[in-house]
């Protein structure tokens, strides 16, 4: 980005901030990437999206007809040790409970509740569960209409017990990436932990056995291959594990 555009975009900034602080009040509305001033576009998109959207406004859901062949890609087997993405630490225990058919996998919700817990893939499929026909949108420039089965997020959360403090859920996977989002996306009703695929099992290629769905962002933001989810008060880019060291932003609403 050069300078000129900074100059714009920080005008822009002001005029925007003072809107937000008026319209914004009493709801999170931090800088997602503060500190840093090539971030502030990411700033900018956040506050706008929030401030335009009906929070609770719903993506395009589509038919049965519309679904097309998608994509797997980014990391498509954790347990892969030649993939970039492969982590030493959990890529190994990735590849043993896709042995057993994800049997003894659990996922772990913690942080910022007052129950922290764990929850098989039985327990999730016995909670709330939706059903969505959506497009998903990859920074590289594909799309494609796939039908999600789920249980939304916002049923965890409920059933862990957030904390009125929480103001984000990281979501951690099985490869070497970790990522958030905020409370608005993380209780919006499309926002769903997904298991299932097309009307089958969700595939290992697409995140099996669990997989996050934000459908309101693009596609990187629905981590695949999920083993632990920790609520928190704070923001996190995750450092060098976050898509913050590809460049990506880390709020990418559509
Ligand atoms: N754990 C994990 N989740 C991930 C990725 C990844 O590499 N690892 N890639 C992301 C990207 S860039 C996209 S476009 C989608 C791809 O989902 P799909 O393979 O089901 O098409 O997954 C996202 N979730
Ligand atoms: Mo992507």
């Not at 519309?66 to 990391?75: N, Q, R, V, Y």
């Not at 043993?96 to 996922?107: N, P, Q």
């Not at 996977?173 to 769903?192: E, F, K, N, R, S």
């Not at 009307?199 to 309101?216: F, N, S, T």
Request: hydrophobic share 35%.
């Amino acid at each position: 980005m050069d300078e000129v555009s900074i100059g714009n975009r920080r005008t822009l900034l002001k005029g925007i901030a003072s809107l937000g602080v008026a319209s914004l009040t009493g709801c999170s509305s931090d800088p997602p990437t503060y500190g840093n001033v090539l971030r502030m576009g990411d700033w900018l998109t956040y506050q706008t999206q929030r401030l335009l959207l009906p929070r609770q406004s719903l993506a395009r859901e589509y038919e049965l007809s519309d679904i097309s062949s998608t994509l797997a890609i980014g990391s498509i087997d954790p347990g892969n040790p030649d993939k970039s993405y492969f982590s030493p630490e959990f890529g190994p225990k990735y590849a043993s409970l896709r042995k057993s058919e994800f049997a003894d996998w659990r996922l772990r919700v913690e942080g910022a509740v007052l129950n922290p817990r764990e929850f098989t893939l039985t327990e999730l499929k016995r909670l709330p569960r939706r059903t969505q026909i959506t497009k998903h949108t990859c920074e590289e420039g594909w799309s494609a209409i796939s039908q999600w089965t789920g249980v939304p997020l916002a049923a965890v959360l409920r059933a862990a017990g957030t904390r009125p403090s929480a103001r984000y859920v990281q979501f951690y996977p099985y490869d070497d990436v970790a990522d958030g989002i905020d409370m608005i996306d993380a209780l919006h009703p499309q926002t769903i932990l997904a298991y299932g695929m097309n009307g089958a099992d969700l595939p290992i290629a697409h995140g099996a056995p669990l997989r996050l769905r934000v459908e309101r962002q693009l596609g990187y933001k629905s981590m695949k291959f999920l083993r632990r989810i920790v609520v928190t008060d704070e923001f996190d880019d995750h450092g060098s594990q976050g898509w913050l060291r590809n460049g990506w932003s880390w709020y990418v609403g559509i």
